[in-house]
C-alpha cells in the first residue's frame, strides 16, 4: 500500500487581494466617514463655523469633480461609494481654518479629478488623493496653508487670531518656551491630545 502523499502549503502567487470579505466598498468608505465625524466635530468646536466652511467645500468640490469626470469620461458614477465624500472629508482635515474658498475648492479638484479620476478611479490610484490635494495647495499658496488661526471654542468666533503650531513654537523658541506659552507640560499634553491647538482642522 503507498504512502500517502504530503502537500506542501502551496505559495499564493495571483494578484492581491488574498483575503476576502463580504463588506462593499461603499460600506467601508461610509465606515470610514463615520469614523471621522469626532474629528470633524472637534474642528468645529475649536474652530467654529471656518471647519464647517472649509470642510464643506472640500466635500462639494470632490464630489463635484468626480460626477463631472465620471460624465465627460461616460464612466458609471461612483458618487454612492463615499470614496469622493471621503476625500473631501479628509482634505479638509488637513486644511487650516482660515484657507480661502479657492484652496479647498481647488485643492478638491486637483485631489479627486487629476489624482484619484485620471489614474482610473478608485483602486487605481497611485497615491493618496487627499494628500496630493494638500501637496498641491500648499505649493501654490503656501502663505494661505502656513497660516494657522488659534481655536476659539464655540460656533460664534468674533475674529480670528493667528498663533505659532506647538511644533513651529517648539522649533524657533525651544521646549521651554512651549512649555510657558502652555502653563505646564501636562497642558501641552492635553491640547495636543483634544487638539485645542492651533493647526490644521483634524
Known amino acids: ?104 475648492i481647488l485643492g478638491g479638484f486637483v485631489a479627486v479629478a487629476i489624482t484619484k479620476q485620471l489614474f482610473g478611479g478608485l483602486g487605481f490610484n497611485v497615491f493618496n488623493p487627499a494628500l496630493i490635494g494638500r501637496a498641491f495647495v500648499l505649493i501654490t499658496w503656501p502663505r494661505a496653508m502656513t497660516t494657522w ?10 475674529d480670528a487670531t493667528t498663533a505659532a503650531t506647538p511644533l513651529g513654537l517648539m522649533k524657533e523658541d525651544g521646549l521651554n518656551e512651549l512649555i510657558k506659552a502652555f502653563g505646564s507640560m501636562e497642558n501641552v499634553y492635553e491640547s495636543l491630545f483634544f487638539g485645542n491647538t492651533a493647526g490644521s482642522l483634524g
Open 1 to 104: 500500500m503507498a504512502e500517502p502523499v504530503k502537500r506542501e502549503h502551496e505559495l499564493i502567487v495571483s494578484s492581491s487581494p488574498h483575503v476576502r470579505s463580504d463588506e462593499s466598498v461603499s460600506r467601508i468608505m461610509w465606515t470610514v466617514n463615520l469614523a471621522l465625524l469626532p474629528a470633524f466635530a472637534g474642528s468645529v468646536y475649536f474652530f467654529g463655523l471656518a471647519a464647517l466652511w472649509v470642510t464643506g467645500l472640500c466635500i462639494a468640490s470632490s464630489m463635484l469633480s468626480e460626477m463631472l469626470v465620471q460624465k465627460m469620461t461616460g464612466t458609471e458614477s461612483s458618487l454612492n461609494d463615499g470614496s469622493a465624500f471621503l476625500t473631501g472629508l479628509l482634505l479638509g482635515l488637513n486644511l487650516p481654518p482660515s484657507s480661502p474658498a479657492y484652496v479647498p
Open 149 to 158: 488661526t488659534a481655536p476659539q471654542l464655540g460656533l460664534d468666533r468674533v
